[in-house]
């Protein structure tokens, strides 16, 4: 008779966003039971819980008793975190630190979602090795939040990842589509970043990482500590947006390349590039090229749906 082997259980934070809803499909889609939790958007298909609520994470943890946690909650955008730190620090350390302690509570695998962004940008790429830098205050919060996670759960993993497109919701929800709008509505002309280094990473790329990582610490316990996940096409947001053009026959001449450093906002590094060969060497690791998953990502909004007829008819 069918021996009834127990559900591997995982439990996402931030399910509701751009990362955390392509964790969530992932896992689930591979044999694992996934819960995953939000806040102002969580209800009906996720658990409501709000992190800064210590008794509720404690809860939630206790009763569900995970094998794996991913904590992809967190505040991402930098100029949200300039203007209201208190509240970031908050989610991105504070919060952190205690999911961490409730995971070693139950002997959880916790993986950190952490960012390029600890690093300057001056000497790519980095190792995890390299020691950070951060230039703006959402990257020393995620640095700090990498720091509290270690120290309250020496077993975790922290994930450092660069900037992430996906199927959004809505274009704002990553840094790669919102740039859609200025693509298509070509009547007016555009001024794009020309100057600072980027790594577009697909979201179901680095789920397939989180999924991966999870499986892997199953078997083996010595799987912990930081670890590098990018998308390996180098590209400024202006080179983005013409490959976004191309891939829909949309004209890019409107599109102005600005090539000086910006000087509104949060600073940004000019070139974080993560070196990603510690994933790569234990076999772990998935990379959608831009053109086809940006494809994918976008065709919804697009304005002129007699082009959508011809692709997909």
């Avoid at 949309?250 to 070139?271: E, K, Q, W, Y």
Wanted: charge should be negative; proline fraction near 6%.
């Amino acid at each position: 008779e069918d021996v009834d082997i127990p559900s591997r259980r995982v439990l996402i934070t931030g399910a509701t966003g751009l990362l955390g809803r392509a964790v969530f499909k992932e896992f689930n889609e591979n044999n694992w039971n996934a819960v995953g939790c939000g806040y102002r958007r969580a209800q009906p298909r996720f658990e409501q819980i709000n992190l800064l609520d210590s008794i509720a994470v404690h809860d939630i943890i206790h009763d569900f008793q995970p094998h794996v946690i991913v904590h992809c909650a967190a505040e991402r955008r930098p100029d949200v975190v300039e203007s209201q730190p208190d509240a970031a620090s908050q989610l991105n350390v504070a919060a952190s630190g205690n999911l961490a302690k409730e995971a070693a509570g139950v002997g959880a695998f916790l993986i950190y979602i952490s960012t390029d962004y600890v690093f300057d940008g001056t000497s790519p790429p980095y190792k995890e090795t390299d020691v950070p830098n951060p230039l703006n205050l959402y990257g020393k919060t995620k640095l700090e939040g990498e720091k509290a996670v270690l120290e309250n759960n020496e077993g975790a993993a922290v994930l450092r990842i660069p900037v992430l497109y996906g199927e959004v919701e809505r274009l704002e929800e990553s840094a790669v589509t919102v740039m859609f709008d200025k693509v298509q509505f070509s009547n007016k002309s555009a001024n794009m970043d020309h100057w600072q280094q980027r790594f577009p990473t697909n979201v179901k790329d680095v789920a397939t990482v989180c999924r991966q990582l999870a499986e892997k610490r199953m078997l083996d316990p010595s799987v912990k500590g930081t670890f590098h996940w990018s998308g390996n096409e180098q590209m400024t947001k202006y080179e983005m947006a013409c490959a976004i053009a191309d891939a829909f026959n949309l004209p890019s001449s409107h599109l102005r390349p600005i090539t000086d450093c910006p000087v509104v906002g949060a600073l940004r590094p000019r070139n974080a590039q993560l070196d990603c060969s510690k994933l790569e060497m234990m076999g772990i690791g998935q990379r959608t090229p831009f053109r086809v998953g940006i494809k994918e990502s976008l065709w919804p909004f697009l304005v002129d749906k007699r082009w959508r007829q011809t692709v997909f008819h």
